[in-house]
Each structure stands twice: as C-alpha cells, then as structure tokens.
Nanobody, 115 residues
Framework: QVQLVESGGGLVQPGGSLRLSCAAS????????MGWYRQAPGKQRELVAV???????NYADSVKGRFTISRDNAKNTVYLQMNSLKPEDTALYYC?????????WGQGTQVTVSS
C-alpha cells in the first residue's frame, strides 16, 4: 500500500519560514519524481516544485528564489524549504509521487501565512 504522509505545515507570519516533509512508503522512492503542489480556497491545484529521480528541479515562478525542494532517498523523504513566506502562499500543500503511469498523492498539510 502506497502512503505519502506530509508534515510540517502550520501558521507562520509573513517573512517567516517553514519546512515541509513528505515521507513515502510502498514505492521504490528513488525511481519517482516527487513534487509539491498547493491549492488555495477557490483556486485550482498548482505545481509548486518538482524534483526528478536524478535530482533535477523545477519551480513555479511565484516561488523561485524562496522555496527549495530536496530529497533524501535513504529516508524516502522529500522536503520543501519555504522562506520569505507571503500571505499568498497560504494553501493546502500536497505531496505527489510520479513514475510512468503511477501517480500518488498525500492528504495535504495546511500552510497559513498571516500576521
């Protein structure tokens, strides 16, 4: 059974930082591209960042220079370091694992940026 379990969300003031983690089980983690997506109320889910099996990365323009995605294949975990957070970063953040036709999602972790 595949599980993606996100953690690290919470309430933070503008300008603050959070580090999200996503622990995967039930997959050969190193084979999968791992991504972080987010969905704000009333909006569509959007890609935040993705890291390939070879550790290549890609970011949404809105988070470039502020967010960093990384992975630890030994721990089957992908991270999202979020710095200089803005109120518009408020959303439910989802972890995604993708390999060929296989596509899995976590349940999400809430990030709220507010003073």
């Amino acid at each position: 059974q595949v599980q993606l379990v996100e953690s690290g969300g919470g309430l933070v003031q503008p300008g603050g930082s959070l580090r999200l983690s996503c622990a995967a089980s039930g997959i050969i983690f190193s084979q999968y591209a791992m991504g972080w997506y987010r969905q704000a109320p009333g909006k569509q889910r959007e890609l935040v960042a993705v890291i390939s099996s070879g550790a290549g990365t890609n970011y949404a323009d809105s988070v470039k220079g502020r967010f960093t995605i990384s992975r630890d294949n030994a721990k089957n975990t992908v991270y999202l370091q979020m710095n200089s957070l803005k109120p518009e970063d408020t959303a439910l953040y989802y972890c995604n694992a993708n390999y060929r036709s296989f596509d899995f999602w976590g349940q999400g972790t809430q990030v709220t940026v507010s003073s």
